[in-house]
C-alpha cells in the first residue's frame, strides 16, 4: 500500500534535548511538508521540500531543521531551542509542490517533560 | 496573497439533519480548494477538491461543496449527518504556489 508513514506515534522529550521525527512516504512525491498543529490553531507551516537536497523555511521555522538526503524521508528535528514544542506533527508529501492535493500521515504528538 | 477563513469554530448539528461547514476565501490568482477531515489523533484525510472543473464538488461520505466564484465560498455540506462525521474539517486554499490552511471546524453530531 502507497502512504505516509510517521514515526513514532507518541513521543516524550525531556527539556534541552532534541528529538527527531521521522517520516517516509512510498508515492513517489517530490514535494513534502512539515506542519505543527495546535488546538484552535490549524496547521502551521514548518518546513518544506519541492525536490531532493532542497528545502525551505516555512512559517515557523525557528527551533526546528530538516534534512531531504532521499525523495521518501524528511526527517524533522526538535531542537532545544524551541521554546513551546509540545504540539502534534504532521507531515504531508504532494505530486509537485503546493498547488497538488497534499496526503498526510498519521501524525506524532511530542510532548516535553 | 491568499487566505481562507472557516466561519465557526464548532458546530452541532443532530444526527440525520443538514451539516453545512462554512469557508471563504481570498485569492488573486484562480484557486484550487479542498476540504479535509481530521479524526483524533490522527492524520488529515482528502473529503474532495475543487480544480476549477465542475462547480459542485462530491467527494467521500457523501459530502459535497459548492464554489461559488462571486461569493468567494466553498461551502460543505451533506444532507443527512451520520454519528461517524464528528470530526475536525478544514479547508484550504492552494494558488499561486502556496498553500493555506483555515483553522478548522469542529463538528458534533448529537444522537
Not at chain 1, 8 to 18: I, S, V, W
Not at chain 1, 39 to 64: H, T
Not at chain 1, 98 to 107: E, I, K, N
Not at chain 2, 90 to 102: E, I, K, L, T
Request: net charge neutral; charged share 15%; glycine share 8%.
Amino acid at each position: 500500500d502507497g502512504g505516509i508513514t510517521q514515526s513514532p506515534k507518541y513521543l516524550f522529550r525531556k527539556e534541552g534535548q532534541n528529538v527527531t521525527l521521522s517520516c517516509e512516504q512510498n508515492l513517489n512525491h517530490d514535494a513534502m511538508y512539515w506542519y505543527r498543529q495546535d488546538p484552535g490553531q490549524g496547521l502551521r507551516l514548518i518546513y518544506y521540500s519541492q525536490i531532493v537536497n532542497d528545502f525551505q523555511k516555512g512559517d515557523i521555522a525557528e527551533g526546528y531543521s530538516v534534512s531531504r538526503e532521499k525523495k521518501e524521508s524528511f526527517p524533522l528535528t526538535v531542537t532545544s531551542a524551541q521554546k513551546n514544542p509540545t504540539a502534534f506533527y504532521l507531515c504531508a508529501s504532494s505530486i509537485l509542490f503546493s498547488v497538488d492535493t497534499q496526503y498526510f500521515g498519521p501524525g506524532t504528538r511530542l510532548t516535553v517533560l | 496573497a491568499q487566505s481562507v477563513t472557516q466561519l465557526g469554530s464548532h458546530v452541532s448539528v443532530s444526527e440525520g439533519a443538514l451539516v453545512l461547514l462554512r469557508c471563504n476565501y481570498s485569492s488573486s490568482v484562480p484557486p484550487y480548494l479542498f476540504w479535509y477531515v481530521q479524526y483524533p489523533n490522527q492524520g488529515l484525510q482528502l473529503l474532495l477538491k475543487y480544480t476549477s472543473a465542475a462547480t459542485l464538488v462530491k467527494g467521500i461520505n457523501g459530502f459535497e461543496a459548492e464554489f461559488k466564484k462571486s461569493e468567494t465560498s466553498f461551502h460543505l455540506t451533506k444532507p443527512s449527518a451520520h454519528m461517524s462525521d464528528a470530526a475536525e474539517y478544514f479547508c484550504a486554499v492552494s494558488a499561486g504556489n502556496q498553500f493555506y490552511f483555515g483553522t478548522g471546524t469542529s463538528l458534533t453530531v448529537i444522537p
